[in-house]
């Protein structure tokens, strides 16, 4: 007995601390993803990185789909490139679970990239629905190719948004000012007024993956008080994001992020990848500021319209004086931030009476009704190349003067900005009034007809209307979708 005993008393502390262990290691590899947390908000210069993601470098190599004039009756659509990878270690039985759902996905990728070639190639859209609104013009590169790529879009075009995160960083967004489009899309994937063509049920029927953290609201409230810019808050907790998802759900591996995308119009957005460029190389970021000096890729990336949104109105106000009412040759009017403007108001600030250019407006004057009476709106880059002067210049009826370095145009796949604006590169300010003067009653008027042509693609509704804004940004992150081939 009093052996028993001595048996007893050794097993007891032995089995406790395997029971502590135990718990302390399911702990550990339990990813609740709490936006609450204190260590998680901590500043840190050097985000960490969790070394048990299967981090393997995976070269893309992308071809550019391009829709070239309608007049060549060809379209330019590569077979899509299949990712090149080292071997993954995702299990068998994960393998032949995505494998189904993948081979219908790549299947309907392959037979909308055929319609879109035959469209351009008869000058015909094939539609099992009626269509609204039928693009037409020299606005677009190939009317044709992009009519029917909108078509196909809408018929199959799924994106998953992930479930994991708390608002007010994730899943919530600014739906006003300059950073709106940011909240604007996020409710599209989500919310109740979202028109739900694009939702996808189930992640293994999605085409994208979409990493639903808002920069704007991160800054807000990481940043708030304002003690430094140190980034690191801001990596750390995108970088977390993805980790979650990653250890959590197959997706982000079979690609190593080539099928996600993150959408922002904060200045800093273009800086997430930094917080771990091997694990972040591929992921795709809708940006407003699509600066191709900072390492935008416009073959990866995609070009979303900076829009200032304001309250009680999801557009800026629209606005058809007619020619013969617009008085004033060229306007602008704006804070001085950054350089290009302060060298546009030493050249012209108060110097010309037909480029009129103010730093703010005086008190009597309306900024709307100086578009309004405006033939060309100056819209140069602030500290970034974004602006929503572009998109107010096209609601106003008024010609946008893009005075830019860099930048890569949204919708560009499709537009063609050089028929709807005037593009003049920042060293050509002084040159200004001798370029637009230059631009003859035709040219100018074939401007402005394009100008309103292109105005429902800068348009936001709710729910979202085929072809509108939110279609429009859609459309590029399907034609990046159609350009990967994801392996299974």
């Not at 055929?114 to 009626?130: F, K, L, M, P, V």
């Not at 609204?132 to 013009?137: A, Q």
């Not at 028109?195 to 409230?221: G, N, Q, R, T, Y």
């Amino acid at each position: 007995m009093a052996n028993t005993t001595t048996i007893y008393l050794f097993l007891l502390p032995t089995t406790l601390l395997l029971i502590i262990f135990y718990f302390s290691s399911f702990h550990q590899n339990n990813f609740n993803f709490s936006l609450s947390s204190t260590k998680l908000l901590s500043p840190t210069s050097t985000p960490p990185i969790n070394t048990t993601i299967n981090q393997t470098h995976i070269h893309v190599h992308y071809h550019n789909i391009t829709f070239p004039d309608a007049d060549a009756k060809t379209l330019v659509l590569h077979e899509p490139i299949d990712l090149v990878m080292e071997p993954t270690k995702l299990e068998k039985k994960k393998k032949y679970e995505l494998k189904n759902s993948l081979e219908k996905i790549e299947d309907g990728l392959a037979r909308a990239r055929a319609a879109i070639r035959e469209a351009a190639r008869t000058w015909n859209y094939t539609s099992e629905e009626e269509q609204t609104f039928i693009p037409r013009g020299s606005v677009y590169k190939n009317p044709y190719a992009f009519h029917q790529s909108h078509i196909e879009m809408v018929k199959r075009f799924k994106i998953w948004t992930y479930r994991e995160g708390e608002p007010p960083m994730v899943h919530q967004g600014p739906t006003r000012n300059i950073y709106g489009v940011e909240g604007q899309f996020i409710e599209e994937m989500e919310g109740e007024m979202s028109s739900k063509k694009f939702i996808a049920h189930h992640p293994d029927e999605a085409h994208m993956f979409f990493l639903p953290f808002s920069i704007s609201k991160m800054v807000d409230f990481l940043y708030t008080p304002l003690v430094s810019y140190n980034r690191g808050p801001l990596y750390r907790v995108a970088l977390d994001y993805v980790n979650v998802v990653a250890h959590k759900y197959p997706y982000w591996n079979r690609s190593h992020g080539a099928d996600h995308f993150m959408l922002s119009c904060h200045d800093w957005a273009p800086d997430i990848p930094k917080a771990d460029p091997k694990l972040l190389h591929n992921l795709i970021r809708a940006l407003c500021n699509a600066n191709s000096s900072e390492g935008f890729r416009s073959i990866k990336d995609v070009s979303i319209p900076e829009v200032k949104i304001p309250v009680g109105s999801l557009n800026p106000r629209s606005i058809n004086t007619r020619i013969s009412k617009r008085q004033i040759f060229a306007f602008f009017a704006g804070g001085m931030h950054g350089n290009v403007r302060k060298y546009l108001f030493e050249i012209w600030k108060g110097k010309d009476e037909d480029i009129k250019v103010y730093d703010y407006l005086p008190k009597h004057l309306n900024y709307f009704q100086m578009l309004g009476q405006s033939k060309f709106c100056l819209c140069p880059s602030g500290y970034e190349v974004a602006s929503p002067r572009i998109v107010e210049a096209i609601h106003g009826d008024c010609v946008p003067v893009i005075i830019k370095d860099n930048y890569s145009f949204p919708f560009s796949d499709v537009l063609d900005w050089s028929k709807f604006s005037v593009h003049i590169s920042v060293d050509k300010i002084p040159d200004i009034k001798r370029i637009l003067k230059g631009i003859s009653s035709k040219k100018y008027l074939k401007l402005l007809k394009g100008v309103r042509s292109v105005k429902r693609h800068f348009t936001i509704n709710k729910p979202s209307k085929p072809f509108d804004l939110m279609h429009m940004m859609l459309h590029s992150l399907w034609l990046r979708r159609l350009n990967i081939r994801v392996p299974y």
